[in-house]
């Protein structure tokens, strides 16, 4: 099964596979940062914004917040969600925008569904117009050199009578751009059970090499991957906060 036909046909279980985030204390989170290095604004636009959590959030905030997303079952269900908000299926490498953003926001290391790199430069060269003057960026990632292929993370729901556990892990070959989101979920129905295994191919870079491409376009401040507090990166995880303010 395809990384698209899983996403579509089990669209309705993505905020089950999902029930382990905080979205509130994430979106918090890049609020104050917002707050702390950004403008005044309060236009906010998300990049694969899935079911739009994050939205719902940052429009109870105060903020004119809008989502974008290629998977269009997804958008019908954050506009259900979210139904004073502005959704579009497009291609986070190619968006376009109406007007200036204060803040543009990508979650859940979804930077990394850009296809390569040459993609990912577009993307963020697409956000650097999109944004108003002093407008931020923030966005989480990985950096391929820390993925441990071993790890793999798991959480169990039950909903309409069934019972769910989902699971997904990094893998990196250990050269090359390309990384992966491996997916596995299994559904029990009356003593029944499914099971679907999916990956999603994703670019992979370095931490080092994420900050070339950012550095001439945003002033670029990199903090540990805290939703809690705000600290500075100390160079040693392989997952970071970016704020990119632009220049």
Request: charged share 20%; hydrophobic share 35%; with cysteine.
């Given at each position: 099964m395809s990384s698209n036909a899983l996403y579509t046909d089990?669209?309705?279980?993505?905020?089950?596979?999902?029930?382990?985030?905080?979205?509130?204390?994430?979106?918090?989170?890049?609020?104050?940062?917002?707050?702390?290095?950004?403008?005044?604004?309060?236009?906010?636009?998300?990049?694969?914004?899935?079911?739009?959590?994050?939205?719902?959030?940052?429009?109870?905030?105060?903020?004119?917040?809008?989502?974008?997303?290629?998977?269009?079952?997804?958008?019908?269900l954050a506009q259900q969600r979210c139904p004073e908000a502005r959704f579009s299926c497009q291609d986070m490498a190619s968006f376009q925008v109406d007007e200036p953003q204060d803040l543009i926001?990508?979650?859940?290391?979804?930077?990394?569904?850009?296809?390569?790199?040459?993609?990912?430069?577009?993307c963020l060269g697409r956000v650097h117009d999109a944004l108003a003057e002093n407008g931020v960026f923030c966005f989480n990632s990985v950096d391929k050199h820390?993925?441990?292929?071993?790890?793999?993370?798991?959480?169990?729901?039950?909903?309409?009578?069934?019972?769910?556990t989902f699971g997904s892990g990094w893998y990196y070959s250990g050269e090359?751009?390309?990384?992966?989101?491996?997916?596995s979920i299994e559904k029990t129905t009356a003593g029944v059970t499914e099971n679907w295994q999916d990956e999603h191919s994703m670019v992979a870079l370095g931490f080092a090499d994420l900050q070339t491409l950012?550095?001439?376009?945003?002033?670029?401040?990199?903090?540990?991957?805290?939703?809690?507090?705000?600290?500075?990166?100390?160079?040693?995880?392989?997952?970071a906060l970016f704020v990119c303010v632009k220049r």
């Open positions: 089990l669209s309705s279980y993505y905020d089950l596979m999902c029930a382990d985030i905080d979205y509130q204390a994430q979106s918090h989170s890049v609020r104050r940062l917002h707050q702390l290095f950004g403008n005044d604004g309060r236009r906010h636009l998300d990049l694969a914004c899935g079911t739009g959590p994050h939205v719902r959030h940052f429009l109870d905030f105060g903020y004119l917040s809008a989502g974008l997303d290629i998977n269009q079952p997804m958008l019908d926001t990508c979650f859940l290391y979804s930077l990394h569904y850009n296809a390569g790199l040459e993609p990912l430069a577009a820390q993925i441990d292929n071993r790890s793999f993370v798991r959480h169990s729901a039950d909903h309409l009578g069934s019972h769910f090359g751009d390309r990384q992966a989101l491996r997916l950012l550095e001439p376009r945003f002033e670029v401040q990199v903090f540990e991957h805290d939703y809690e507090r705000i600290t500075p990166w100390a160079g040693k995880s392989g997952n």
